[in-house]
């Protein structure tokens, strides 16, 4: 078990146990098992196809840490998807997916959660893209909790999936087990709903609305030899991240509400653009950057002086996403001065999840 060490300032020392679990160990219900729900499996399989992520930004990330989900912030679906197929059985359950831990965890919540004492054979698909700030884990949950829900009846909420999902996130652990991570509800949001999202503190939506349609999106992924997940991405989220919090958390809320959602309501790609340019100095967002290095800040700001109307970093790297008018062969001669080429194109998904039963 690792003991990592959390500074948020000169007086601000404190030590966490990282600690590691079998699936099914820890489960937080949130008090949902106390209610009887009218269960009704239904016959067939339903699928579930969820977009991916951009995480554009944390708001405050002395709100959040690995067991508590939190911190707000903003984010927006892309047309890069990951499919969850579900039946229910009598008792026994399987999962067809090479990350089955944290679906079989998952599993466990919700039949706790509802009392649902059958089985279920899940299949998963997910879109490849792991640890580049695509969002593969949070995609991969909400298309298989909304499945399994949709399979027994529908007796949740998508907000209650939403949070059973974020008090219950987990990643695979070295010692092969399962360990809390980072959550904010950013990602199960905008997979629900598609468009962009504004979160607040413990997950709760603030706002949602759709975003830049019609748009493409090109997304660069630098090489990088820093890691973006595990012991890494803890020290990074957790000590000079909260530092940079605590100075900018006001200005980033105040961007939020008076400059971007007015933005977003008018279509404003370029405005937008401006706003999140703006952000990738401030808070954490900053030392999310700066994990890569400069040359992260270089690439972007190539991008900006090429006249490109939004550009930003996902979550903790090292991937940047460009929304434009502009076609591919340009956007590869703008990206070839700097050595980068686009990995994948694709568009916001302004639709959320799609549902579909067959059988």
């Given at each position: 078990?690792?003991?990592?060490m959390?500074?948020?300032?000169?007086?601000?020392?404190?030590?966490?146990?990282?600690?590691?679990?079998?699936?099914?160990?820890?489960?937080?219900?949130l008090?949902?098992?106390?209610k009887?729900?009218?269960?009704k499996?239904?016959?067939?399989?339903?699928?579930?196809?969820?977009?991916?992520?951009i995480?554009?930004?944390?708001?405050?990330?002395?709100?959040?840490?690995p067991?508590?989900a939190?911190?707000?912030?903003?984010?927006?679906?892309?047309?890069?998807?990951?499919?969850?197929?579900?039946s229910?059985?009598?008792?026994?359950?399987?999962?067809?997916?090479?990350?089955?831990?944290?679906v079989?965890?998952?599993?466990?919540?919700?039949?706790?959660?509802?009392?649902?004492t059958?089985?279920?054979?899940?299949?998963?698909?997910?879109?490849?893209?792991r640890?580049?700030?695509?969002?593969?884990?949070?995609?991969?949950?909400?298309?298989v909790?909304?499945?399994?829900?949709?399979?027994?009846?529908?007796?949740?909420?998508n907000?209650?999936?939403?949070h059973?999902i974020?008090?219950n996130?987990?990643?695979?652990?070295?010692?092969?087990?399962?360990?809390?991570?980072?959550?904010?509800?950013?990602?199960?949001?905008?997979s629900?709903?598609g468009?962009?999202?504004?979160?607040?503190d413990e997950?709760?939506?603030?706002?949602h609305h759709?975003?830049a349609e019609?748009?493409?999106?090109?997304?660069v992924?630098?090489?990088?030899?820093?890691?973006s997940?595990?012991?890494?991405?803890?020290?990074?989220?957790m000590?000079k991240?909260?530092?940079?919090d605590?100075?900018?958390?006001?200005?980033?809320?105040y961007?939020?509400?008076?400059?971007?959602?007015?933005?977003l309501e008018?279509?404003?790609?370029?405005?937008?653009?401006?706003?999140?340019?703006?952000?990738?100095?401030r808070?954490?967002?900053?030392?999310?950057v700066?994990?890569?290095?400069?040359?992260?800040?270089?690439?972007?700001?190539s991008l900006?002086?090429?006249k490109?109307?939004?550009?930003g970093m996902?979550?903790?790297?090292?991937?940047?996403?460009?929304?434009t008018?502009?076609?591919?062969?340009?956007?590869?001669?703008?990206?070839?001065?700097?050595?980068l080429?686009?990995a994948i194109?694709?568009?916001v998904?302004?639709?959320?999840?799609?549902v579909?039963r067959?059988g």
């Open positions: 078990m690792a003991k990592m959390i500074r948020g300032g000169d007086l601000d020392l404190v030590e966490y146990e990282f600690l590691t679990f079998p699936p099914g160990k820890n489960l937080k219900t008090g949902l098992e106390k009887k729900y009218a269960l499996p239904v016959k067939g399989t339903i699928r579930v196809r969820a977009p991916a992520r995480h554009l930004t944390v708001l405050d990330m002395n709100r959040f840490a067991d508590h939190g911190g707000g912030g903003v984010g927006f679906a892309i047309q890069i998807y990951c499919t969850a197929e579900v229910c059985t009598k008792k026994e359950t399987t999962i067809d997916y090479e990350r089955a831990k944290i079989e965890n998952f599993v466990a919540v919700f039949k706790k959660a509802v009392g649902y059958g089985g279920f054979t899940i299949k998963v698909t997910d879109h490849k893209h640890h580049v700030g695509l969002g593969s884990t949070s995609t991969v949950m909400i298309a909790a909304t499945a399994l829900n949709q399979a027994v009846g529908s007796p949740l909420t907000t209650q999936l939403r059973l974020g008090r996130y987990v990643e695979e652990s070295a010692d092969g087990n399962i360990a809390f991570g980072f959550e904010t509800g950013v990602g199960p949001a905008v629900t709903y468009g962009m999202a504004v979160m607040g997950l709760s939506l603030a706002y759709a975003f019609g748009k493409k999106v090109y997304i992924i630098p090489s990088s030899d820093i890691s997940a595990g012991t890494q991405e803890f020290d990074l989220l000590n991240a909260r530092n940079l605590y100075m900018d958390r006001e200005l980033k809320a961007m939020f509400l008076m400059d971007l959602i007015p933005a008018r279509g404003d790609l370029k405005k937008i653009g401006d706003i999140i340019w703006e952000i990738e100095f808070g954490s967002k900053r030392a999310e700066e994990h890569h290095s400069f040359r992260i800040y270089h690439y972007m700001s900006r002086e090429a490109l109307e939004f550009v996902s979550s903790v790297g090292p991937s940047i996403a460009v929304i008018d502009k076609d591919q062969k340009t956007i590869e001669k703008i990206l070839k001065p700097v050595g080429k686009i194109v694709t568009k998904d302004n639709k959320g999840l799609q579909t067959t």
